[in-house]
């Protein structure tokens, strides 16, 4: 028994701050997997790298990305709560019913803000495009 307590202690993971403390290695898998691909990126976006040991440090908070990375599941969370009254699913994540990083991502990581349409200059319109008098027919 005292070994298998030790091996779950061994697999907890470190530094969650979103995502529930009891989610299991599949599911943190498949967020990641599903965050990858939304922002067409792969783990060292987020994470970093332990410069000792020249592997990944999941836990490391160095890249502002990873922070960003919070920010943004905070901010869908809250949408899908409020706007969709999305509840928690069996491990206490808020279910995504319409709100998830491809939303608005669609496979780029960093998003290029476009105006919705180009204003013109102070008194220019567009005047309505009319057909130009064609000429009578020679007789």
């Known amino acids: 028994m005292q070994q298998t307590q030790q091996q779950a202690e061994e697999h907890q993971f470190k530094n969650l701050k979103v995502l529930p403390k009891n989610i299991s290695e599949h599911q943190l898998h498949d967020v990641m997997e599903e965050w990858n691909a939304a922002l067409g990126v792969r783990c060292g976006f987020c994470h970093a790298r332990n410069e000792d040991t020249k592997k990944m440090d999941w836990a490391l908070d160095t890249k502002p990305e990873k922070s960003m990375a919070r920010q943004m599941y905070r901010m869908t969370a809250d949408i899908n709560k409020k706007y969709f009254k999305a ?53």
């Open 87 to 139: 509840g928690k699913d069996s491990i206490g994540r808020v279910m995504e019913l319409n709100v998830n990083c491809n939303t608005c991502h669609r496979g780029v990581a960093h998003l290029e803000v476009k105006p919705a349409h180009t204003p013109r200059p102070e008194g220019a319109r567009q005047q309505p495009q009319t057909p130009a008098p064609q000429a009578a027919p020679a007789q």
